[in-house]
């Protein structure tokens, strides 16, 4: 053992340890390896499958986007789509249409039943309570089943559908309301309502600042909503002299496609060569201090290395891994250029939008829900309930608990200096709770999402179950799990960058 | 046991408690008594709008209720479905003659449990007689209500098709057909009078006199509201139905049950005094036995009546008590469950539990596989193997490594024992290239053995210490040593139960066994992965935040239909996984990454200080990570913890959407679809609801007690 004593003690004396008991050497040692490891790992999965692919005499290629689909969807804006990529576009919309209205219903009633969970009323609190403990224990699958089983228990579809004849519809078919129908001047009209926003801000904060300046009651939100409404009042009329907007998405969309592959993937390898370069820029200004740049560790030099390092990879990506990737970047840029401009035609002089009754139309025997109104299946209906009713329950919790984290002395002080109990949560408790159910809240927002994709088990043409139809014709499962991965991941990025946005203002606020 | 002094149990110091580290917070003073009269005024109709709630949602309940009493015992409802495919929800395709295993693998969850609550749960107060009969008068009266709101059975023909009355004859010629004509119109009368009722008192100023007049109208009103609402079903319309009392009279057992209840309640409630039912307490675990005790002889005693589908015949007796292959085994399961527990408290008082913990925890870990493997798969192992190579591979590592580790945990071991391990990584690492060039043969089990060996002599020095220490740690390698060669002999072996699915059990048996194993190989990987997102360690860091935000950010069906679709293309020719290997695979690694989450979480809890404090006193990161921050992290994040234990229970139904046959698709898909049930999918669904429910509702119970508890919200 002495022995180990005298190394350990010269290496003590020249300063620095060998490199195999070097802590930051040993640390990035590790991390390397294991790198190593899962890339290996991937490596190793991905040429087995490629292996396997090629024996069957299949190849990974998404070509088949393009090809025909020999099957209608049940519902969404296409139900006779002309191509696989249509079809997963239109089971795409429905997926963000029941995510988007399950958000907000589930909002709405999460909300309401986590006040009353509050409730000094015995009855309203229970109710709520019972709400709650039914619906989030039972799993959401088989609440989304089992309304779809209740649904089939509704009457048949009539002539003279009620309840509510014209405007709420219910039968075994699913439910069908009024719909907002986009018609041929939206897009122009969407320009006014962009100025509108833009107006209205610099309004709204002009009479915030003379609030503040001198204490009148200023309508700052009033006045936005009004400046909103004129412009879109106006628009409603005026928006046909935007007919020349297409023309210059047109131009863009020309230049666009002009681009040689070479350029983007120069353009893309500048830009990471910038990216490194800017975070390399970013750590070393951290590391500045007054009297001049801090002496880096060795930890340091290795993220600086491993930044250039992960810049070249990505360049090496671009040039050789992938070199389609820039000339596919072209195509569907034009390609969206080209929809976008399309959408801002000159000819397009109609109302921007009409509001359609839901009707009911026969055809042969039987009578079937018409093409007017919003009209959900029995499976969407299923889905919609039981997300809605799910997410609900969790809101609640949340509400719930964001209240109860608001001091019990602001309640009081809110009583004492005589606010009336609905002004008190407005003003006081809720924008107080808010700040504590934000992220939980963001969280839900994901998960319902998500679990739309539930609509599988039950029909409803979401994203999941039309990519299902897609791989069960044309055998690319492979493909359209890769497509549904992505869909997904963006789903979610989009609801965390809007839900950190909140929270980064809400934290503002809080200073 | 009177006030939670005198109970004998109490007075022992508790582990439970121990393990919590901090006493029971003191009992709340109680509020006074409220007669029924000041309770209602108090949380009912203390204001105008306050009383207006009360009606209004009262009114809905009722409604609620009765749509769902009338839906579940309507005549419409095929519950003799439920009733014989028990065994196929709970079991599917296991066979009836090795039924006597599935009843081994109950029996020894039942003991588990029976010695693990009596020796380590805390007795706390439990509930309290008031309490206690409150709850038996609030069933009792809610099963009355219930009796009174469901409508009347249709009157059937010899073939079982409702009559058919004369429609235009049951509206309008008698009282009760006039309210049910108008009932909607009667009802919304009187709620209109009850908020102008509400109104008229709030004008006057009389709620806040506290008087009782206002909720003596308002209690009228309401009264004649649930009259609308039970006579109007009484109206014979289109459909005859049965008079009242036919109706009552049919409803006798339901009755008995509702006064039994209900009179037992009001029995203890004036029985003994206001201060005797206040102070005195009942553990809830006895309430539970004896609700458990009675269910089991019910099922002696009712005619419950006997259902099966047998060989292809369904069998029905409605007159008899049920089949005594079923009330056998759950009365020795209740006896196994009482005495167990009885046993579990003996030796708590004999001041056991320290010694029995630790034993008592690996034996539930091990308990899994055992019960999985060795029970119910009966796999048929090849003694010549195993004695030929098995078991001298066995010996082979648990002597060598025991050797290792002896060698290794040596407190002054230095250069050397560094050398020796990076040896053995070198080995285990070696091994496995050789698998992947085919250089020389190997088996699989060897290979992990090395590798397990490697990893522990890398970990060796951070455990060294005396010579019960390093003792101690061979016997734990030899142990885990002889574990795992076992099981792995037990799952190379071929299963003598032959079933005609792919998967050995179906129903909640997979439902659980896929949740179980799911979260025992989540756990690990999860709280690894929240090490390395919370590392200084970039690559870690970006490797875990990846994994993490990628499995979050898909939905799990997504991941099972990967797992039970398509892995095997990524596999070598030679390997291939199940299906519910697979969705096992993806369940597991769509937990880790919330666990992970939920850990992470309680390692930002950690205060900075104990990291420098273990720096002080000279941990490696490792003795800090695992005896310092885990065990402070882990106890902060066990209510998160047991919320995404529930939430993996609960998506275990998306095992349906794949295509096994666990409880959903049972209920869903597989009676509905048999000849004698086509098309019969509310019954099961509804139960299925009902089981999931129960067990996911107590689990959340459960894990709002602990966090109570623990006080995690306080600090």
Redesign the interface.
């Known amino acids: 053992?002495s022995?180990?004593?005298q190394?350990t003690l010269a290496a003590t004396q020249s300063g620095r340890p060998p490199f195999?008991r070097d802590a930051t050497v040993v640390?990035?040692l590790?991390?390397?390896f294991?790198?190593l490891l899962?890339v290996f790992a991937l490596f190793?999965?991905?040429t087995?499958?490629l292996e396997?692919?090629n024996r069957q005499g299949i190849e990974i290629k998404y070509d088949f986007l393009g090809i025909g689909l020999g099957s209608d969807l049940r519902e969404g804006i296409d139900t006779d789509p002309d191509t696989a990529g249509r079809a997963l576009w239109a089971g795409a919309v429905n997926t963000i249409r029941i995510a988007v209205g399950g958000i907000i219903a589930a909002t709405i009633l999460g909300v309401l039943v986590g006040v009353g969970r509050l409730?000094?009323?015995?009855?309203?609190n229970r109710?709520c309570s019972i709400f709650i403990?039914?619906a989030?224990?039972?799993?959401?699958?088989?609440?989304i089943?089992?309304i779809w089983?209740?649904v089939a228990?509704l009457p048949n579809v009539e002539l003279d559908q009620g309840p509510i004849n014209g405007v709420l519809h219910l039968s075994n078919k699913g439910v069908s309301v009024p719909r907002l129908h986009i018609d041929d001047g939206f897009y122009q009209w969407l320009i006014f309502i962009a100025a509108g926003v833009l107006v209205g801000w610099w309004v709204k904060r002009r009479q915030d600042r003379r609030h503040d300046a001198t204490g009148q009651e200023t309508y700052p939100v009033a006045s936005f909503v009004g400046v909103l409404a004129l412009f879109g009042a106006v628009g409603w009329v005026a928006h046909p002299i935007f007919g020349w907007v297409g023309a210059i998405f047109d131009f863009i969309g020309d230049g666009f496609s002009s681009l040689t592959p070479v350029i983007v993937q120069v353009v893309l390898s500048l830009a990471a060569l910038a990216a490194a370069a800017w975070w390399i820029r970013r750590f070393l200004a951290r590391r500045r201090t007054p009297a001049g740049l801090m002496k880096l560790t060795d930890d340091d030099k290795f993220?600086i290395i491993?930044a250039g390092v992960g810049a070249l990879a990505v360049i090496a990506f671009v040039l050789v891994g992938w070199p389609g990737l820039s000339s596919w970047i072209i195509n569907s840029g034009t390609d969206l250029l080209e929809v976008i401009a399309n959408k801002f035609g000159d000819g397009r002089t109609g109302r921007p939008m009409d509001i359609k009754a839901p009707d009911v139309e026969q055809i042969g025997n039987f009578p079937n829900p018409g093409p007017a109104g919003l009209n959900l299946t029995q499976g969407g209906t299923a889905v919609f309930f039981g997300v809605v009713l799910y997410t609900a329950s969790f809101i609640a919790e949340i509400v719930r608990g964001g209240i109860l984290a608001v001091p019990k002395g602001q309640t009081e002080a809110a009583l004492a200096v005589g606010l009336r109990r609905v002004t008190m949560l407005r003003r006081v408790i809720l924008p107080q709770a808010f700040r504590v159910i934000l992220p939980p809240l963001g969280n839900q927002y994901?998960n319902l999402t998500?679990?739309t994709?539930?609509a599988?088990?039950v029909g409803y043409s979401d994203f999941?179950q039309v990519g299902q139809i897609v791989y069960n014709q044309t055998g690319k499962?492979?493909e359209v799990?890769s497509l549904?991965?992505l869909f997904?991941?963006a789903?979610?990025?989009t609801i965390s960058v809007i839900v950190n946005f909140f929270n980064i203002r809400m934290k503002i606020v809080e200073r | 046991m009177t006030a939670p002094m005198g109970d004998p149990a109490a007075t022992v110091v508790d582990p439970a408690e121990a393990w919590a580290g901090e006493q029971e917070p003191a009992r709340k003073p109680e509020e006074p008594s409220l007669s029924a009269g000041e309770w209602l005024s108090k949380n009912l109709f203390s204001s105008a709008v306050n009383s207006v709630l009360t009606v209004v949602f009262t009114l809905l309940v009722l409604l609620a209720v009765r749509g769902l009493l009338n839906f579940t015992f309507s005549e419409e409802r095929t519950w003799r479905a439920v009733k014989t495919n028990m065994r196929f929800l709970f079991t599917h395709a296991y066979p009836q003659e090795q039924y006597i295993r599935i009843w081994v693998c109950v029996g020894a969850i039942a003991v588990m449990s029976g010695l693990s609550v009596g020796l380590l749960a805390r007795t706390g107060a439990g509930i309290s007689l008031k309490k206690l009969s409150m709850n038996l008068m609030g069933t009792g009266g809610v099963i009355g209500l219930g009796i009174l709101l469901r409508e009347p059975s249709a009157m059937v023909d010899d073939e079982g098709m409702a009559l058919h009355g004369d429609p235009a004859a049951a509206v309008g010629d008698s009282f009760v057909g006039w309210l049910d004509a108008n009932a909607l119109a009667v009802l919304g009368v009187l709620v209109l009078a009850n908020v102008a009722l509400a109104a008229w008192f709030h004008l006057q100023g009389t709620y806040l006199r506290d008087g009782p007049e206002p909720r003596v109208a308002h209690g009228v009103l309401m009264l004649a509201s649930v009259g609308v609402l039970i006579v109007q079903q009484y109206a014979t319309g289109e459909i005859v139905r049965e008079s009242f009392a036919d109706a009552m009279a049919d409803r006798a057992w339901w009755w008995l049950g509702a006064v039994v209840l209900a009179g037992s309640g009001a029995a203890l409630w004036f029985g003994l005094g206001d201060a005797r039912r206040r102070n005195t307490f009942v553990p809830a675990i006895h309430v539970f036995f004896a609700g458990a005790g009675i269910m089991v002889l019910s099922a002696w005693l009712y005619p419950w009546g006997h259902y099966a589908f047998l060989e292809g015949e369904f069998i029905s007796e409605p007159g008899s008590t049920v089949a005594m292959t079923t009330k056998l085994p759950w009365t020795v399961m209740w006896a196994l469950l009482v005495g167990t527990f009885l046993l579990g408290r003996a030796l708590s008082t004999a001041g056991a539990v320290s010694r029995l913990r630790v034993p008592l925890n690996l034996l539930w870990v091990m308990t899994p596989f055992v019960l999985y493997w060795a029970v119910l798969r009966d796999p048929d192992l090849d003694w010549d193997h195993v004695l030929s190579t098995d078991i001298p591979m066995a010996v082979f590592f648990a002597v060598f490594g025991g050797l290792v580790v002896w060698y290794l945990t040596h407190p002054r071991i230095g250069e050397a024992g560094r050398i020796m391990a990076v040896v053995l990584v070198g080995v285990a690492v070696l091994n496995w290239v050789a698998a992947y060039f085919g250089w020389y043969p190997m088996l699989q089990k060897a290979r992990i053995s090395f590798l397990l060996l490697a990893v522990v002599a890398l970990l060796a020095h951070n455990f060294a210490g005396d010579r019960t220490q390093r003792l101690r740690l061979v016997a734990a390698w030899v142990a885990i040593m002889a574990v795992f060669h076992w099981l792995v002999t037990l799952v190379n072996s071929p299963s003598t139960v032959e079933t005609p699915t792919d998967a050995l059990i179906g129903g909640f048996g997979i439902t659980l066994i896929v949740a179980v194993f799911t979260l025992l190989a989540a756990f690990p990987l999860g709280v690894l992965l929240a090490l390395a997102r919370t590392s200084k360690l970039p690559i870690f860091r970006v490797l875990s935040t990846a994994y993490i935000e990628v499995f979050r950010g898909v939905p799990l069906i997504t991941i099972l239909f990967f797992f039970t679709l398509i892995f095997n293309l990524f596999l070598p020719d030679n390997m291939s996984l199940t299906d519910i290997a697979g969705a096992t695979i993806g369940f597991a690694l769509f937990s880790a990454a919330y666990l992970a989450e939920n850990v992470r979480g309680g390692l930002q809890a950690v205060r900075q200080g104990q990291y420098e404090a273990s720096d002080a006193v000279g941990l490696t990161t490792v003795q800090r990570t695992l005896f310092i921050v885990l065990p402070q992290s882990l106890r902060v994040s066990i209510p998160p913890l047991v919320g995404q234990v529930i939430a993996t229970f609960k998506e275990t139904s998306l095992l349906a959407v794949v295509g096994i046959f666990d409880f959903l698709r049972i209920a869903d898909k597989v009676i509905s679809a048999q000849s004698e049930f086509l098309g019969v999918k509310r019954e099961g669904l509804l139960f299925a609801s009902f089981i999931y429910w129960i067990f996911a509702y107590n689990m959340s119970k459960h894990s709002q007690r602990l966090e109570k508890r623990l006080g995690v919200g306080e600090r």
């Not at chain 1, 409730?119 to 309203?124: H, K, R, T």
């Not at chain 1, 989030?136 to 699958?141: G, K, M, Q, V």
């Open positions: 053992m022995n180990t004593d190394t195999y640390k990035w590790a991390q390397v294991t790198l899962v190793f999965l991905t087995q499958a396997n692919l409730s000094s009323n015995w009855i309203v109710i403990e039914t989030r224990n039972i799993p959401l699958l088989v609440q089943i089992f089983a209740l228990t993220r491993f994901l998500k679990n994709s539930l599988i088990a999941v499962t492979l799990i549904w991965m997904y991941l789903c979610s990025l």
